[in-house]
Nanobody, 123 residues
C-alpha cells in the first residue's frame, strides 16, 4: 500500500496563493503518475491535476487551468501543486494519489486515501 503525506494547506483570502506538497514515505515516486484530487463538503472527490512519472506531461481540470501548476522533483520524492488566484470554490480537502494516467486523471482502484490537507479560501 502506497503512503503519501500531503501538506501546505491553510486559510487564505481570495486571490491568494498556496503551494501544496505530496511526499512519499517508504517508497519512490519516480515510476508513478501522480494526481491531486479534492473533496468539498457534500461532494465527491474530483480530479484537479495529474502529472506523468517523468514530469513531462500534465493535465488540469478546466476550473483550475491557468491558475494551478503541478510539478514534481523525483530526487526529493515530492510532487507539488502551486495554486494561484485562489477562489472560494477552491475550498476543499486536497489529496494526492497514484493516478491511472495523465489524460485519464483518476486514482487507481483499490488505493487508500491519506489525511489530506485543508485549503480554505475565504474573506
Amino acid at each position: 500500500q502506497l503512503h503519501l503525506v500531503e501538506s501546505g494547506g491553510g486559510l487564505v483570502q481570495p486571490g491568494g496563493s498556496l503551494r501544496l506538497s505530496c511526499a512519499a514515505s517508504g517508497f519512490t515516486l519516480e515510476y508513478y503518475a501522480i494526481g491531486w484530487f479534492r473533496q468539498a463538503p457534500g461532494k465527491e472527490r474530483e480530479g484537479v491535476s495529474c502529472i506523468s512519472s517523468s514530469g513531462e506531461s500534465t493535465n488540469y481540470a478546466d476550473s483550475v487551468k491557468g491558475r494551478f501548476t503541478i510539478s514534481r522533483d523525483n530526487a526529493k520524492n515530492t510532487v507539488y501543486l502551486q495554486m494561484n488566484s485562489l477562489k472560494p470554490e477552491d475550498t476543499a480537502v486536497y489529496y494526492c494519489a497514484e493516478s491511472i494516467g495523465v489524460r485519464v486523471c483518476r486514482p487507481t482502484t483499490g488505493g487508500s486515501w491519506g489525511q489530506g490537507t485543508q485549503v480554505t479560501v475565504s474573506s
